[in-house]
Every structure is written in structure tokens, then in C-alpha cells.
């Protein structure tokens, strides 16, 4: 199941996500095999993201009607919303509004039931 501590890390864990952000800031412009890798990088997390979506759906923790890339894409969102609030605007209710997202989004995709533990 995702886990909100994944998606936002809490204190030294935000080293490789704030060098990413920085680097999709000063690289989005320029062509080369620093923003290529980068983008490589930034896929396969969107892709991560929508495979666990879809594992969830097929495990019956998400209703089958969601959308994976859609959901994949609001958790991706919320991150680089936390990160902006928390280093731009040093807003020091940053991550508990981040974890709320990250809980809204998933209480919208679950399924009702729970389901039968194997």
C-alpha cells in the first residue's frame, strides 16, 4: 500500500528530492544528457506511482473505476506542492497539509470494503 512517508520524507530524507527539484528548475530549459536523465528519472517515478495504483486496484484497495496516471499524478503534485511550500515559503504547516492531501486522495480512491486479507 502507499505510504505517505514515501512520498513526503521527513528531515534528512529530502536530501534526493530537493536535489531533483532543483535540478528540474535549472535543467526544464536546456537540452542535454543532464536534463535526459532527469526526465528519465522523473517517468519512472510517475510510472512507480501508477503501478502502485494499479497493484492497489488489483488488490481491491482501490475502487477499479480510478484512474491510475490521474492518481499517480495528484501524489506527484502534492509532493512538489510540499516542497515548495516548506523551502520557498517556509510555511511551517507544510507537511501536515501534504500528509492531509496525500490521505484525501487516497481516501477518494478506496474501496469501500476492505479487502480479505490473504
Do not use: C, N
Amino acid at each position: 500500500m502507499l505510504q505517505v512517508s514515501k512520498l513526503i520524507p521527513a528531515g534528512k530524507g529530502l536530501a534526493p528530492v530537493l536535489l531533483k527539484r532543483a535540478a528540474t528548475v535549472e535543467l526544464d530549459d536546456r537540452p542535454g544528457p543532464a536534463r535526459d536523465r532527469l526526465v528519465a528519472s522523473q517517468r519512472d517515478w510517475l510510472a512507480t506511482l501508477s503501478q502502485a495504483v494499479r497493484i492497489a486496484i488489483e488488490e481491491g484497495h482501490f475502487r477499479r473505476d480510478v484512474d491510475a496516471e490521474q492518481l499517480a499524478f495528484e501524489l506527484y503534485a502534492i509532493g512538489h506542492g510540499y516542497h515548495t511550500l516548506t523551502r520557498l515559503l517556509r510555511d511551517a504547516t507544510a507537511e501536515k497539509r501534504a500528509r492531509q492531501a496525500f490521505e484525501h486522495v487516497l481516501a477518494a480512491a478506496r474501496t469501500s470494503v476492505s479487502p480479505v486479507p490473504r
